[in-house]
């Protein structure tokens, strides 16, 4: 922008903020200016200025060559929002630079017509990547079921797709399918209580289609269990007052 159309452009502020061009005002906005040209952009970039509100209602607007640069920009911007390259053939790194340059100059001086729509991704995860997901409990994708023989369907399906114990609700504990089993003592870190390293007894028979144990044999091991601690506490007592009597001696 030289200082001729630099005094063109004050004068077209003027019809905005009544200010009184200068020789003086017009070199300096040229200097400032010197590499924007005088188009229909820099004369928009006025009009978007003076139509943008300022932040405090008192302030006047009162335009500076630095803001005519910046509405400027974003105008053209604008134009480039879903701009797309499009490639010729085998291109070399200067045609392509040559190429991409002159696209997007035409673009955003509004010589070629904006792209209207953005480009979609097209394709998608795999299935077994989405196999894979959906067996560390990831639901992402699930719809709500409109009927309960869809819920059942959908739970079959789950069973399917997953293996081992954490493919079954706990019947111990109730842990949701693909979550690990907890202890019953919660804490207030972990309210519902601690993940286990292995499944239920009762996880893991189901899962392998085991029968469940009546309530006798449920008490037949627990007897069991407490027989085998009550004796491994006297064996440690038996050595306990052994090394005592050894030591007495």
Not at 17 to 35: G, V
Request: hydrophobic share 35%.
């Amino acid at each position: 922008m030289n200082e001729e159309e630099a005094a063109e452009l004050l004068g077209h502020c003027t019809a905005f903020d009544n200010r009184q061009p200068s020789l003086t005002a017009a070199i300096a906005w040229a200097s400032a200016l010197h590499d924007v040209p005088l188009d229909e952009d820099a004369k928009d970039a006025v009009a978007l200025y003076y139509r943008t509100p300022p932040e405090n209602p008192k302030d006047r607007l009162w335009i500076l060559p630095h803001h005519v640069r910046t509405f400027r920009a974003k105008i053209r911007n604008a134009r480039l929002e879903n701009f797309q390259y499009e490639p010729v053939g085998d291109e070399t790194p200067t045609e392509f630079l040559a190429r991409y340059r002159g696209q997007v100059q035409a673009i955003a001086s509004g010589r070629a017509a904006a792209p209207t729509g953005r480009q979609a991704l097209e394709g998608g995860p795999s299935k077994a990547f989405m196999r894979e997901l959906e067996a560390r409990g990831w639901q992402g994708n699930r719809t709500v079921p409109s009927s309960d023989e869809e819920a059942v369907a959908a739970e079959l399906i789950d069973t399917v797709r997953r293996s081992g114990p954490l493919g079954i609700i706990c019947p111990a504990c109730q842990a949701a399918i693909g979550r690990p089993c907890k202890t019953p003592s919660g804490s207030d870190r972990q309210p519902l209580g601690k993940p286990r390293l292995k499944p239920h007894s009762a996880r893991l028979r189901a899962v392998n289609g085991e029968p469940e144990q009546a309530a006798e044999e449920r008490a037949a091991q627990e007897q069991r269990i407490r027989d085998m601690s009550a004796r491994h506490l006297a064996r440690e007592d038996e050595i306990h007052n052994a090394d005592i009597v050894d030591e007495a001696s």
